[in-house]
C-alpha cells in the first residue's frame, strides 16, 4: 500500500474508476503475483467482499459493489448505533424516514443484485493464504477476497444519573439532525474540552436560549468566556450531580449544590471507542481513536477496509453513505484489476 498521507480528489476519484479512466496505479500498490491467487478468484464458494455493518455505510458499499457484479455478504448484528433515533435527517430524498424504514428500502434496491444478508455479528477476521476468514456468531465461516467494515462507534455514556434514559431522546450530538424540530427551546451544552465551547456557538443559529455547563472541572479560557457572552451564551462551571427527567423528557439539569437549571435538551459529544472486532484486528488508529485511511477506504492492514463514523468525527447517514460508495469504488476497482491478472491484490503474511 501506499505510504502517502493524503491522496488528492483527482487520484481518489481516478483510482475507484468513478471519474477519470486509465488512472495509473501508485507503485506501492503493486505486488507480486501469486500463482493461487488466480485460481482464488475463480472459487465460487469464496465472496468477493464481506461488508461488517449493515447501517448507510455499509449498505451504500454492498449497493455499488452489486452493480460491480460483485458477490457481496453483509452481516449485520441488528443492533444499529442509532438505535434510538426515531428518523433520519440531511439525507436527501429521505430526510425524515425512520431507520427501519431506510433498512427496509434498501435491502428492496438490493434485491436484483448478487448481495446476501446474514444477521449475524462478526467475531473474527483472520488471513487465510489469499483470504480471509470471517468467524460469524454461531460457528460459521465465510471466505472472503476483502472485507469492508462499517461498524460505526460505540458511544460511551457519561455517568451522570439519568443520562442513559435520556440518550437520542433528550440528549443529541448533531444539531443537523435533531435542531430544526426542537428550535427556539431550551438547550445545553455539555462541554469537556474547547471544541464544545466553539460548538456551543454555533448552536446559537437554532436557539439563543442556551446554557452551557462545563464538564469535569474543564477550565474554560478567558477568551472563551469573552466569546460566550458576546454570543449570549450562559456560562455554568458548578459541577452537574445529575439529570432530572420525567420518562424520556428532560427537566432541569441538577448542579452540586442543589440548584435545578431548567433545560429541555441537551448536546454533546460522548467518549467513543471502536468495536471489539476492530480492536482485535489491530488496525492503525489516528490521534483522535478513529481508524486512519490512507486512501478511500483503505485501511493499515491490505485488503480491510473502512468506511462511515469509524473512520471520521463527521458522523451522520449520508456522510457514511458517501464513504461508503468510495470504498466500494476502490474495492472494485481493485478485485477488477486483480481478476484481470494485475498484480494488485492484497500483500501476503
Known sequence: ??????????????????GLAGAALPLGCRHAMDARRTDDMERKDVVDVVVVGGGPGGLSAALALGRGRKKVLVCDAGTPRNAAAEEVHT???????????????????????????????????????????????????????????????????????????????????????????????????????E?????????????????VFALDGFEVPADKRALLEKAGVRLETRRIRGLIAAGET???????DGTRVPREFLFDRPPQRQSAL????????????????????????PGIYAAGDLGTRMQAAIAAASAGMMAAGMLNHELNLERAGAAHGPAQG
Not at 427537566?251 to 452540586?256: C, G, K, R
Open 1 to 18: 500500500m501506499t505510504n502517502r498521507a493524503a491522496w488528492t480528489r483527482r487520484e481518489a476519484l481516478a483510482l475507484a474508476g468513478l
Open 91 to 193: 439525507y436527501l430524498t429521505r430526510d425524515g424516514i425512520p431507520p427501519r424504514e431506510f433498512r427496509r428500502v434498501a435491502w428492496e434496491q438490493l434485491r436484483p443484485y448478487d448481495v446476501a444478508l446474514r444477521e449475524a455479528r462478526v467475531l473474527d477476521v483472520e488471513r487465510a493464504g489469499t483470504v480471509f476468514r470471517v468467524a460469524l456468531e454461531g460457528g460459521d465461516v465465510v471466505e472472503a477476497r476483502r472485507v469492508l467494515l462499517a461498524t460505526g462507534m460505540v458511544d460511551v455514556m457519561r455517568e451522570l444519573p439519568g443520562y442513559g434514559d435520556l440518550w437520542g431522546k433528550a440528549i443529541f450530538q448533531c444539531p443537523y439532525c435533531h435542531g430544526w424540530e426542537i428550535q427556539d427551546r431550551a438547550w445545553g451544552v455539555l462541554a469537556a474540552n
Open 195 to 211: 471544541m464544545m465551547l466553539d460548538f456551543a456557538v454555533m448552536l446559537t443559529g437554532w436557539t439563543r436560549d442556551l446554557v
Open 250 to 256: 428532560l427537566e432541569a439539569v441538577e448542579l452540586e
Open 278 to 301: 476492530v480492536q482485535r484486528l489491530g488496525l492503525e488508529l489516528d490521534e483522535e481513536g478513529f481508524v486512519k485511511l490512507k486512501g478511500p477506504g483503505e485501511t493499515s492492514v
